[in-house]
């Protein structure tokens, strides 16, 4: 089949049951594979809720929801939204949520299979790959954890699905879904800035020109509801941002990598704040006062509150703006001065990318439940190698992503960049997951360093689509040279 023909065109001829029976199939493989993994033990934790500082205080979820929305600036607002929608259900918060969250992962599934075919890939390959993934302990782990990393990789996952299905039809419809997926997922995790939306917007007028118009008149609600959640918090706080962390996380690229005796140093010489010598996400009680003495906020318990009513410390406080202000600061000025120390967290970050998305602390005790069956899957398809790393981190080699993830990344780039044997459309899709593949890795690895994995896994559904097409095209350049080998020797006994 020619990689670039259209597949809307020959899935037209097929019958509708046969067109629909790779997802029925794909739906009783993930339904099974959910109750094997639950007669292991697998269940929805929802843990999380009580003690991540991510999350609004529950009390509030329930009494103080909108407010307390409004005044969020630690994440970007839609998945407490979420959570303080399932916290209505007292008693059933689990059950719930577990529900979204599987409908989430068919989504997934399906989207993933669909991409797999409009790479023009074969049937029986597309499920193959999408049957792996599926059943994967890492899919398992993270779709049965509450935190936003499993609805965004699928909100992205199904997007890049409606990306294409846009490319093909040129409907209207189809390009609201994309840019309105593409909003939810910037109004859900702060990672993806609205400079994300930006390049998006800027891969598809460079690529897609015949719809530039359309694409931009499509872009422009969801655009102007992202740059409302920047403006907002602009307004309130004086931060162009939906998250005020930025700091706080960098501060363990750098700071945190210098001894206590330099930082004191360092504090002494009126090169670093008194806060370089305070660790990161410490109780506000430990931070100077004058980050907290002019208290504009009296009656928002939501930026007020120094504790949530669990007795976590509320990082959502007022005077967390200016103190992750202080950090970023602070850890820009050892960057610049001390740059082995930067080196060291970026050396970090990369190590920990590229190990298995299940090899997460917080995934116990889900983890311990199918331990046989995630060492059997980190061998058989992510290449575990008793091998360590052990001048950086400690940890186990993982030869396929190591290895293969670059390796795919970069052929899908050269495949899309140079448009050969590919229909425009398929040339549009493989360079936007390219994109976002990239994107991830970049942001997560130069700016925070421990939760990489997880940060990566958000982009390993859309990986899944790079990987078929290296494997199909390598594939068929194999087939190739048998073949002209094989007649050549045919050849050769002819002359003889």
Same mark, same amino acid.
């Given at each position: 089949? $020619?990689?670039?023909?259209?597949?809307?065109?020959?899935?037209?001829?097929?019958?509708?049951?046969?067109?629909?029976?790779?997802?029925?199939?794909?739906?009783?493989?993930?339904?099974?594979?959910?109750?094997?993994?639950?007669?292991?033990?697998?269940?929805?934790?929802?843990?999380?809720?009580?003690?991540?500082?991510?999350?609004?205080?529950?009390?509030?979820?329930?009494?103080?929801?909108?407010?307390?929305?409004?005044?969020?600036?630690?994440?970007?607002?839609?998945?407490?939204?979420?959570?303080?929608?399932?916290?209505?259900?007292?008693?059933?918060?689990?059950?719930?949520?577990?529900?979204?969250?599987?409908?989430?992962?068919?989504?997934?599934?399906?989207?993933?299979?669909?991409?797999?075919?409009?790479?023009?890939?074969?049937?029986?390959?597309?499920?193959?790959?999408?049957?792996?993934?599926?059943?994967?302990?890492?899919?398992?782990?993270?779709?049965?954890?509450?935190? $936003?990393?499993?609805?965004?990789?699928?909100?992205?996952?199904?997007?890049?699905?409606?990306?294409?299905?846009?490319?093909?039809?040129?409907?209207?419809?189809?390009?609201?879904?994309?840019?309105?997926?593409?909003?939810?997922?910037?109004?859900?995790?702060?990672?993806?800035? +609205?400079?994300?939306?930006?390049?998006?917007?800027?891969?598809?007028?460079?690529?897609?020109?015949?719809?530039?118009?359309?694409?931009?008149?499509?872009?422009?609600?969801?655009?102007?509801?992202?740059?409302?959640?920047?403006?907002?918090?602009?307004?309130?706080?004086?931060?162009?941002?939906?998250?005020?962390?930025?700091?706080?996380?960098?501060?363990?690229?750098?700071?945190?990598?210098?001894?206590?005796?330099?930082?004191?140093?360092?504090?002494?010489?009126?090169?670093?704040?008194?806060?370089?010598?305070?660790?990161?996400?410490?109780?506000?009680?430990?931070?100077?006062?004058?980050?907290?003495?002019?208290?504009?906020?009296?009656?928002?318990?939501?930026?007020?509150?120094?504790?949530?009513?669990?007795?976590?410390?509320?990082?959502?406080?007022?005077?967390?703006?200016? +103190?992750?202000?202080?950090?970023?600061?602070?850890?820009?000025?050892?960057?610049?001065?001390?740059?082995?120390?930067?080196?060291?967290?970026?050396?970090?970050?990369?190590?920990?990318?590229?190990?298995?998305?299940?090899?997460?602390?917080?995934?116990?005790?889900?983890?311990?439940?199918?331990?046989?069956?995630?060492?059997?899957?980190?061998?058989?398809?992510?290449?575990?190698?008793?091998?360590?790393?052990?001048?950086?981190?400690?940890?186990?080699?993982?030869?396929?992503?190591?290895?293969?993830?670059?390796?795919?990344?970069?052929?899908?780039?050269?495949?899309?960049?140079?448009?050969?044997?590919?229909?425009?459309?398929?040339?549009?899709?493989?360079?936007?997951?390219?994109?976002?593949?990239?994107?991830?890795?970049?942001?997560?690895?130069? +700016?925070?360093?421990?939760?990489?994995?997880?940060?990566?896994?958000?982009?390993?559904?859309?990986?899944?689509?790079?990987?078929?097409?290296?494997?199909?095209?390598?594939?068929?350049?194999?087939?190739?040279?048998?073949?002209?080998?094989?007649?050549?020797?045919?050849?050769?006994?002819?002359?003889?």
């Amino acid at each position: 089949m $020619d990689p670039g023909q259209n597949l809307e065109s020959q899935e037209v001829k097929l019958p509708r049951m046969k067109r629909w029976a790779p997802y029925v199939c794909l739906f009783v493989l993930y339904v099974t594979s959910r109750l094997v993994y639950f007669y292991f033990g697998i269940q929805f934790d929802t843990r999380p809720l009580s003690y991540f500082w991510q999350f609004i205080d529950p009390v509030l979820l329930r009494t103080r929801l909108v407010e307390s929305l409004w005044y969020l600036h630690s994440q970007p607002p839609l998945f407490n939204f979420f959570l303080g929608m399932v916290s209505r259900f007292q008693g059933h918060v689990a059950l719930v949520c577990s529900l979204v969250y599987v409908g989430l992962g068919v989504l997934m599934a399906f989207s993933v299979y669909a991409m797999l075919r409009q790479l023009s890939l074969s049937g029986r390959l597309a499920f193959l790959l999408t049957g792996l993934f599926v059943v994967s302990p890492s899919c398992v782990l993270y779709e049965n954890w509450l935190y $936003d990393t499993f609805p965004v990789a699928a909100l992205l996952t199904f997007s890049a699905y409606a990306l294409y299905r846009h490319l093909v039809g040129k409907t209207c419809y189809w390009s609201c879904v994309f840019w309105s997926l593409l909003a939810l997922i910037v109004a859900t995790r702060g990672t993806f800035h +609205i400079a994300w939306f930006g390049l998006v917007l800027a891969l598809l007028i460079l690529f897609d020109k015949p719809s530039r118009k359309k694409t931009i008149r499509a872009a422009l609600l969801p655009f102007l509801f992202c740059f409302g959640l920047y403006v907002k918090n602009w307004v309130l706080l004086g931060l162009f941002s939906t998250s005020s962390l930025l700091g706080m996380n960098f501060w363990v690229m750098t700071g945190e990598n210098l001894p206590q005796a330099e930082l004191q140093r360092s504090v002494n010489a009126g090169e670093l704040s008194q806060l370089s010598l305070i660790r990161r996400f410490s109780p506000i009680d430990a931070y100077p006062k004058e980050y907290r003495e002019v208290n504009p906020f009296s009656d928002v318990p939501v930026l007020t509150q120094t504790r949530r009513s669990t007795g976590e410390t509320n990082y959502n406080h007022f005077s967390i703006v200016a +103190i992750s202000r202080q950090y970023l600061r602070d850890g820009l000025n050892v960057a610049r001065k001390h740059p082995e120390a930067y080196a060291k967290g970026l050396i970090r970050s990369t190590t920990v990318y590229f190990l298995s998305s299940s090899d997460y602390a917080l995934l116990e005790p889900n983890k311990t439940a199918i331990a046989r069956i995630n060492r059997l899957f980190d061998r058989a398809c992510y290449g575990k190698i008793p091998v360590r790393w052990a001048q950086l981190s400690g940890r186990p080699v993982f030869l396929f992503i190591l290895v293969g993830l670059p390796l795919v990344t970069v052929y899908a780039f050269a495949v899309g960049v140079k448009g050969k044997s590919v229909s425009r459309e398929q040339r549009v899709l493989i360079l936007y997951l390219v994109l976002n593949v990239v994107y991830v890795a970049g942001v997560s690895n130069l +700016i925070e360093a421990g939760e990489n994995n997880r940060m990566r896994f958000v982009t390993d559904p859309m990986t899944i689509p790079l990987v078929g097409l290296f494997i199909s095209r390598t594939w068929a350049v194999a087939l190739k040279l048998k073949a002209a080998f094989v007649r050549r020797i045919a050849d050769g006994c002819a002359w003889r």
